[in-house]
Nanobody
Framework: QEQVVESGGGLVQPGGSLRLSCVVSDFRFSFGVVGWHRQAPGKERELVAVMNSAGSAVYGDFVNGRFILSRDNSKNTIYLQMNNLKPEDTAVYYC???????????WGQGTQVTVSS
C-alpha cells in the first residue's frame, strides 16, 4: 500500500514564499504521476500542478508562474515551491500520487497553507 506524507505548510504573509514537500513510499515512484491539489473552505478541490514521469508539468490557471513543481526520484519526493503568495491561496494542499496514471491514486492527509498579514 502506497503512502503519501506532506509537510511544509504554515502561515505566511502576502507576497511570501513556502515550499511544500511530499514523500511517497512506493518503489515505482519514478514512473508515477505526481501532483498537488488544494481545497479552500466552501470550495471544490482544484488542481494546483501535476507532473508525469517524464517531468512535464501542467499548472492551474491561477498559478500564473508563481509556483514551481519538481520531483526528486532519488528521494521519492516532490516539491511545490510557492512564491508571491496571495490570501486567495489559503487552502489545504493535498499531494496525490498515481501509478499507473489511469488510477485514482493515493492522497496525502493535507497540509494547511494560510496567507495572511
Amino acid at each position: 500500500q502506497e503512502q503519501v506524507v506532506e509537510s511544509g505548510g504554515g502561515l505566511v504573509q502576502p507576497g511570501g514564499s513556502l515550499r511544500l514537500s511530499c514523500v511517497v513510499s512506493d518503489f515505482r515512484f519514478s514512473f508515477g504521476v505526481v501532483g498537488w491539489h488544494r481545497q479552500a473552505p466552501g470550495k471544490e478541490r482544484e488542481l494546483v500542478a501535476v507532473m508525469n514521469s517524464a517531468g512535464s508539468a501542467v499548472y492551474g490557471d491561477f498559478v500564473n508562474g508563481r509556483f514551481i513543481l519538481s520531483r526528486d526520484n532519488s528521494k521519492n519526493t516532490i516539491y511545490l515551491q510557492m512564491n508571491n503568495l496571495k490570501p486567495e491561496d489559503t487552502a489545504v494542499y493535498y499531494c496525490r500520487y498515481r501509478f499507473p496514471a489511469n488510477t485514482p491514486g493515493v492522497w496525502g492527509q493535507g497540509t494547511q497553507v494560510t496567507v495572511s498579514s
